[in-house]
């Protein structure tokens, strides 16, 4: 009889972790780049900083905001990769796309750089709200490595509407982080 029940309670737990939910993974995508531009080699170089996220944010599964105070984490949804890590990455690459007269590197890089700007990202907020709007907020700082001055600190916020599929709001804050490259870049290239 004890080996029966023991037979019968692999069995179960077997059954019951078969029947777990598979996950979906997802990574932001940097902008189009069908328009060709080229990096070229120059000695002009920007440096993408560390991007520091949210607490909340700093975890695989993805947030959908549900109540001004509740948040649904989604564990069978979630990020392929460090969240801060592939937002930095998205930033380089757009900026390296926008600018292509930049050599534009990711921290960390091997120092010494002589980058001549150095641009910092702080994400507060980045998730789909109650209302079905993908969210992004946070603020970006430009320093000038030579004099060691800020040049420019700007909060943003971006929002647009969404469907309900995951893939629809990654996609979204994908665009939202190309609208952001774009300012910083556009702030660049009239120093």
Sequence with gaps: MRIFRLIL?????????GCSSKSNFYKLEAMNTKSGHKATNTNKIIGIGTVKVADYLNQKPLIIKVSNTKLDIKETHRWASNLSQNIQEVLRENISTLLP???VLSFPW?????DRYRVFVSIDSMQRDTDNKAVL????S???QESGK???????SYSEVTDESYDS???????MLTKLSR???KTISRL
Excluded at 150 to 156: P, S, T, Y
Excluded at 169 to 175: D, G, H, I, N, P
Aim: aromatic share 8%; no cysteine; hydrophobic share 45%.
């Design 9 to 17: 309670t692999i069995v179960a737990i077997l059954v019951i972790g």
């Design 101 to 103: 007269k930049y050599t």
């Design 110 to 114: 091997e120092e010494p750089v002589d």
């Design 137 to 140: 907020r946070g603020s970006w």
């Design 142 to 144: 430009l320093v000038n």
């Design 150 to 156: 800020l040049i420019r600190h700007e909060e943003f």
């Design 169 to 175: 709001l990654v996609k979204t804050q994908s665009s």
């Design 183 to 185: 300012h910083i870049a």
